[in-house]
């Protein structure tokens, strides 16, 4: 009698071999053929899944955006329940962000693999969408961080730039862009810890920032 196979289980499968290869030798190794032998198939057997290797690489850019979107997320709800201003409010941020950031090797897996189909976007427009995907939901998130410090620096809203205020949150978005670039090139320096030294840093000065003129 045949064994069954669960397509979700398979696909997923065939996903992380290609997290694995991207992770390892870059997006350029992740053809359908270098794909099955590292999920151990046939190719014939990722096609019944793929239908092609485009079809493969959007499905699998789709897949590490919700696993970063999601921890986010998880994260942003947990920080609904603090106070702006608050000890844990300070706490419950740096631990959103730091999802954000290789801080383990499932973060450090992700990130690799986000930046490698982000930077992938660029010349190949089947991954634009997502590319956009992703970005539109992690600045939603980081805007809604900045806001939440301005309004603690200043609860009355009389100083508050909205121009500020966006300018801020890019600039956010840019530290992280960046602290994640240099912990995957230059892990030895850019260690978990370092990176959360930084980014403590930066917050320390982002509220009042973000809150005045």
């Known amino acids: 009698m045949p064994k069954f196979v669960d397509a979700a289980v398979r696909r997923q499968e065939v996903v992380e071999a290609v997290f694995r290869i991207v992770a390892a030798d870059?997006?350029?190794?992740?053809?359908?053929?270098?794909?099955?032998?590292e999920a151990e198939l046939a190719v014939g057997s990722v096609r019944h899944y793929f239908a092609s290797s485009d079809d493969l690489l959007m499905h699998s850019f789709g897949v590490v955006v919700d696993r970063i979107v999601g921890r986010l997320s998880a994260a942003d709800e947990r920080l609904a329940e603090a106070r702006p201003g608050t000890p844990e409010h300070h706490r419950g941020v740096l631990t959103l962000l730091g999802e954000f950031l290789p801080l383990d090797e499932e973060r450090a897996v992700d990130s690799c693999v986000w930046m490698a189909f982000k930077n992938a976007a660029r010349t190949k427009p089947f991954l634009v969408p997502e590319a956009d995907r992703s970005h539109r939901a992690v600045a939603a998130i980081v805007g809604r961080v900045v806001m939440e410090l301005a309004s603690a620096a200043d609860p009355d809203g009389t100083d508050v730039d909205q121009q500020r205020l966006v300018i801020e949150a890019e600039r956010l978005l840019a530290t992280l862009d960046g602290l994640s670039m240099h912990a995957l090139l230059q892990p030895e320096w850019m260690t978990a810890q370092m990176c959360s030294d930084v980014l403590e840093s930066h917050l320390a000065g982002l509220g009042s920032s973000a809150g005045s003129h």
């Open 26 to 37: 870059g997006l350029e190794r992740a053809s359908l053929r270098e794909v099955a032998d």
